[in-house]
Structures are given as structure tokens and as C-alpha cells.
């Protein structure tokens, strides 16, 4: 058949369609990436992740993301998991490191098929969420039902992480479009919601920008975790129930640099029609 090879991959029901642009160059554009993300009439995905060559010297391969409604994003950490994993199943490497708009990620296998990556430093400052004016980032000025005071984070990508004493009962389908599109956020920001369970578990439900509710988000989730330390509300390290799963954060206090580690997993592989792709 006639078209252009993919695999599904997940990390955690966060799911991506992953296309190979080391040998031969692949261009999506928004719209072709919003036909491949129908889920009933192309393939489906939370993000669309393209593999190219590394731009930057350090670098394995660079790592290309366009959301469902074909923005493209710095920083998709289920993705990146995804990604190395895929490339180090080919390569047999036992590390490497995926390059985005966000930075360069060291990634490396972890035990039971589990794949770890340094998500690099979290970003605090007003200017490095980004903010529309400056504002304290610890207490975001900004509300939207049951969610107040929320707290600003950049895993290469903008977060408002909101602490809510039951996560569940916050209806993030509506609160979510909403503050992610306050305008506070010129670049909008994805929307997360936290209940602490323990000084080591959260509960973490998201609303990610350009796609809405999904399972995991793995950035959401890192920047959950250094949201909650700078509460004061749980150490370091924790565990992070997902509606997909659950991830460990640790907030390495030597550097700054946020480590996520879970699994990743190839659901199939396919042929993308040439009809998603024309015109």
C-alpha cells in the first residue's frame, strides 16, 4: 500500500502516532495532522511525534511534537519515553538523547521495560512559564471555579498546577479550555489538577493544551511533583496516579533537574493512507 509507515505508541493511554524522518525527510502540517488525530476517521492521538536528525551536537535524534489540533509543543515527556524507546529497540543502545524545542533529554532503559528520562531543569520564573506580565508563581493570579491559587511551572512547556482536595470531583473538561486559554498564558498552558495522598503520591488529572483531557501527561506530572515540593506538601520523590497510570517524579535538588520514569509501549504499526496526507 501506497503511504507512509507509523507506529501507535502510549505511554500510560497518552497516545502518539510516531513517524521516522532520520532517513527521508516527513513534513505534517496542521491540518494533515489534524486528519491523522480523528479518531474516527484517521488514526487517533494525543500528539503526533516526528523522528528526525539531531540538530545539536550531543544530540541522538530530535523529536518533532504537533498536538491533536496541529500545534506543534516543546516538550511531551509519555512521548519522549516513547520515542527513546523505539529508537533504542532499533539502535540497542542502552541510553540516548532525544533533542526538542524544549532542550536535550537524556533518556535511558529503566527495569521492566521502563524507560527514564531527565526532563531537564524546572523552569520557575514568571517569564519562563511565560506569563503575560510578572507575577508571583507560586500563587498564580488567575481562578476558574474550584481551582484557585494555582502554581506555574515550565518542563519546556506551560503548566498551572492547581491543589484541590479531591481530584476527582473537578470537572476538568470545563474548567480546563478555560484557564487555558486565560489570558495570563500568551502561549496558553496545559491544566492540572493535584490531590495529595502522602508525602510521596499524588493524584494528578490534566488538561492538556491543544488536545483536552487525556490519560497521562508527562510534564503535567513532573511539573505536579515540583509544585508540590515547593508547597511544602510532599518530598522530592513521588509516585503519580494518572487516569493511564502512574509515574515517579524526583525533583533532584543537586541541579534543579526533574526525573520521570515509566513505561512505554507500541500498541501496532500501520501505513498512513496518502489521502491523510494530500492537499
Same mark, same amino acid.
Given at each position: 500500500?501506497?503511504?507512509?509507515?507509523?507506529?501507535?505508541?502510549?505511554?500510560? &493511554?497518552?497516545? +502518539?502516532?510516531? @513517524?521516522?524522518?532520520r =532517513?527521508? *525527510?516527513?513534513?505534517?502540517?496542521? %491540518?494533515?495532522?489534524? #486528519? /491523522?488525530?480523528?479518531?474516527?476517521? &484517521?488514526?487517533? +492521538?494525543?500528539? @503526533?511525534?516526528?523522528? =528526525?536528525? *539531531?540538530?545539536?551536537?550531543?544530540? %541522538?535524534?530530535?523529536? #518533532? /511534537?504537533?498536538?491533536?489540533?496541529?500545534?506543534?509543543?516543546?516538550?511531551?515527556?509519555?512521548?519522549?519515553?516513547?520515542?527513546?524507546?523505539?529508537?533504542?529497540?532499533?539502535?540497542?543502545?542502552?541510553?540516548?538523547?532525544?533533542?526538542?524545542?524544549?532542550?536535550?533529554?537524556?533518556?535511558?532503559?529503566?527495569?521492566?521495560?521502563?524507560?527514564?528520562?531527565?526532563?531537564?531543569?524546572?523552569?520557575?520564573?514568571?517569564?519562563?512559564?511565560?506569563?503575560?506580565?510578572?507575577?508571583?508563581?507560586?500563587?498564580?493570579?488567575?481562578?476558574?471555579?474550584?481551582?484557585?491559587?494555582?502554581?506555574?511551572?515550565?518542563?519546556?512547556?506551560?503548566?498551572?498546577?492547581?491543589?484541590?482536595?479531591?481530584?476527582?470531583?473537578v470537572?476538568?473538561?470545563?474548567?480546563?479550555?478555560?484557564?487555558?486559554?486565560?489570558?495570563?498564558?500568551?502561549?496558553?498552558?496545559?491544566?492540572?489538577?493535584?490531590?495529595?495522598?502522602?508525602?510521596?503520591?499524588?493524584?494528578?488529572?490534566?488538561?492538556?493544551?491543544?488536545?483536552?483531557?487525556?490519560?497521562?501527561?508527562?510534564?503535567?506530572?513532573?511539573?505536579?511533583?515540583?509544585?508540590?515540593?515547593?508547597?511544602?506538601?510532599?518530598?522530592?520523590?513521588?509516585?503519580?496516579?494518572?487516569?493511564?497510570?502512574?509515574?515517579?517524579?524526583?525533583?533532584?535538588?543537586?541541579?534543579?533537574?526533574?526525573?520521570?520514569?515509566?513505561?512505554?509501549e507500541?500498541?501496532?504499526?500501520?501505513?498512513?493512507?496518502?489521502?491523510?496526507?494530500?492537499?
Amino acid at each position: 500500500m501506497d503511504g507512509l509507515p507509523f507506529w501507535k505508541m502510549h505511554g500510560l &493511554g497518552n497516545d +502518539f502516532v510516531v @513517524l521516522d524522518a532520520r =532517513e527521508q *525527510a516527513v513534513t505534517v502540517h496542521p %491540518d494533515q495532522a489534524r #486528519r /491523522i488525530a480523528d479518531r474516527h476517521r &484517521g488514526v487517533g +492521538f494525543d500528539q @503526533l511525534l516526528v523522528i =528526525e536528525p *539531531a540538530q545539536s551536537a550531543g544530540a %541522538d535524534v530530535f523529536m #518533532r /511534537i504537533l498536538n491533536a489540533d496541529g500545534t506543534e509543543s516543546g516538550a511531551c515527556g509519555n512521548g519522549t519515553r516513547c520515542v527513546a524507546a523505539l529508537v533504542m529497540a532499533d539502535t540497542g543502545a542502552e541510553a540516548l538523547v532525544v533533542e526538542t524545542r524544549g532542550g536535550l533529554l537524556e533518556c535511558s532503559k529503566a527495569p521492566e521495560g521502563g524507560v527514564t528520562v531527565d526532563m531537564g531543569p524546572a523552569r520557575l520564573g514568571w517569564q519562563d512559564i511565560p506569563l503575560a506580565h510578572e507575577a508571583d508563581t507560586l500563587h498564580l493570579p488567575v481562578s476558574s471555579g474550584l481551582l484557585t491559587d494555582g502554581v506555574g511551572v515550565s518542563m519546556g512547556n506551560p503548566h498551572a498546577v492547581f491543589f484541590v482536595p479531591e481530584a476527582e470531583k473537578v470537572q476538568i473538561d470545563g474548567v480546563g479550555p478555560v484557564l487555558e486559554h486565560d489570558p495570563l498564558f500568551p502561549e496558553r498552558a496545559n491544566i492540572g489538577v493535584v490531590q495529595v495522598l502522602g508525602r510521596d503520591r499524588l493524584r494528578y488529572r490534566v488538561w492538556e493544551r491543544g488536545v483536552g483531557v487525556t490519560q497521562a501527561c508527562g510534564s503535567g506530572a513532573c511539573a505536579a511533583g515540583v509544585a508540590a515540593v515547593r508547597r511544602g506538601l510532599t518530598d522530592r520523590t513521588v509516585w503519580v496516579d494518572l487516569d493511564g497510570g502512574t509515574l515517579l517524579i524526583e525533583w533532584r535538588e543537586s541541579d534543579g533537574h526533574v526525573l520521570m520514569t515509566g513505561p512505554a509501549e507500541t500498541s501496532f504499526a500501520g501505513i498512513l493512507a496518502r489521502g491523510l496526507l494530500d492537499g
